[in-house]
């Protein structure tokens, strides 16, 4: 068990966790977390994240320049509907 001690942070109150725990979830300072009260406790969990097409988007062209991969047979998402196709 952790003991952390609640601070004055502007007009909130915040908490200091320390990295190994943070790091054991996988989090990061930035990170969004989800808080709930259960019983008598404050319960901390990460925030289940939701995938939108333009951050998916954005997050591959990231990992293409990253791994200096040019875009390929662009063509077909950029060109016009040449048949039945709805968008």
């Known amino acids: 068990m952790t003991t952390a001690t609640l601070r004055k942070w ?3 109150v915040a908490v200091s966790l320390p ?3 943070i790091a054991t979830l996988g989090l990061e300072a ?3 977390v989800e808080v ?3 019983r ?3 319960v901390l969990a990460p925030a289940k994240q939701r995938h939108t097409l333009a951050r998916l988007e954005k997050e591959q ?8 991969r040019k875009p390929v047979d662009r ?3 950029d ?3 040449r048949g039945r196709e709805q968008l």
């Open 40 to 42: 008598d406790a404050i």
């Open 30 to 32: 930035g990170s969004a």
């Open 36 to 38: 709930k009260i259960e």
């Open 61 to 68: 062209r990231a990992l293409d320049r990253a791994a200096r």
């Open 75 to 77: 063509d077909w998402l």
């Open 19 to 21: 990295k190994k725990l």
């Open 10 to 12: 502007g007009g909130a």
């Open 79 to 81: 060109g016009a509907a």
